[in-house]
């Protein structure tokens, strides 16, 4: 009875409550909550903290910045969303924090746009620095060896190099970002190539047009670390799969190199196989696979992983 009594009264506070219901949409960094919130770093920092240690919330410390999102599980878990529920969206209160959201959702958009558009014309060249591309490349082709691909969705596609590597295994393939300057490189390398089975579109990956698929195949090559809620990026990239769709997913293991973050306009430091397997699981699908390609240019390098998520199987999980 102490431990409900200790998750209630953490929720039964105005200013958690707020928290909980922005949580509900997405991850956020304490720095975000503290604009949209426009209170002190400190204060939220502590409600925050009683949250979590209820068990309402769940924290990933990530270098010098935290992420919280709403706990996966356990009692905490099924009261905060309960509660969130019942929260009324059109409150004033709400409405302001989800102007404020949105508003935060759109400075960070803006700021990577900025970032894509400046570095359009060396993009390739900037991702192969510190990152065992060749052997990462080899992997994704070996993946989808042999399988008939009817549609292939590059969500992020930027330059278009997964839609040239991948040609010989899809039919039809459609690149998706909101970049037009990494667009316009794309068209000209696919024209280049002679890809006429393949086109890039303008969207924003983060509110996806599922009228695009539905796909056989969705890739996302080096795109979920500019993204504070990876897992809802990824809920975004399951609603266009067909029935038995795969998604491939490349992104860094999870490091402390803060400069992609303040000079490269990283969200977020790498991924962990346990987030991954908590998102793919929020989604209705199961990480099938995952191989990690550690940086052989200098210590202290980035490691790659690549993931295969699929519907889940009865089998055992494979992990390389």
């Not at 959201?101 to 400046?118: G, I, K, L, R």
Request: some cysteine.
């Amino acid at each position: 009875m102490s431990g409900l009594v200790g998750i209630l009264k953490a929720a039964g506070e105005s200013t958690r409550l707020r928290l909980l219901a922005l949580l509900s949409d997405g991850d956020h960094s304490v720095k975000d909550l503290t604009e949209i919130l426009d209170q002190s770093q400190p204060r939220v920092s502590r409600h925050l903290k009683l949250l979590a240690d209820a068990g309402l919330v769940q924290r990933h410390a990530e270098g010098a910045w935290a992420y919280y999102g709403l706990a996966p599980s356990g009692h905490g878990a099924e009261l905060a969303r309960w509660l969130v529920e019942r929260i009324d969206n059109d409150e004033p209160g709400r409405r302001r924090d989800r102007a404020r959201q949105a508003a935060a959702f759109a400075a960070q958009q803006a700021q990577a746009a900025a970032y894509f558009a400046q570095v359009a014309e060396s993009w390739d060249l900037l991702k192969t620095l510190h990152v065992p591309e060749e052997a990462v490349e080899a992997a994704l082709l070996e993946g989808i060896s042999g399988r008939s691909i009817d549609l292939l969705v590059d969500l992020g596609t930027g330059t278009g190099r997964m839609l040239e590597l991948l040609a010989p295994a899809y039919k039809r393939a459609i690149g998706v970002d909101s970049s037009r300057e990494m667009l316009s490189v794309a068209r000209s390398r696919l024209s280049a190539a002679g890809l006429s089975q393949a086109q890039v579109r303008l969207g924003d990956i983060a509110d996806l047009d599922i009228t695009i698929g539905p796909a056989d195949m969705v890739v996302i090559h080096q795109v979920l670390h500019y993204f504070d809620d990876p897992g809802r990026m990824l809920a975004q990239a399951r609603r266009l799969l067909k029935a038995g769709g795969e998604i491939l997913i490349v992104d860094f293991a999870p490091h402390d190199l803060e400069f992609l973050r303040t000079e490269h306009a990283h969200r977020r430091l790498g991924l962990s196989r346990e987030q991954m397997n908590g998102w793919a699981e929020a989604t209705g699908l199961e990480v099938l696979s995952v191989k990690d390609f550690p940086s052989k240019t200098r210590e202290g390098g980035l490691t790659v992983c690549l993931w295969h998520l699929g519907e889940p199987r009865n089998t055992d999980k494979t992990h390389d």
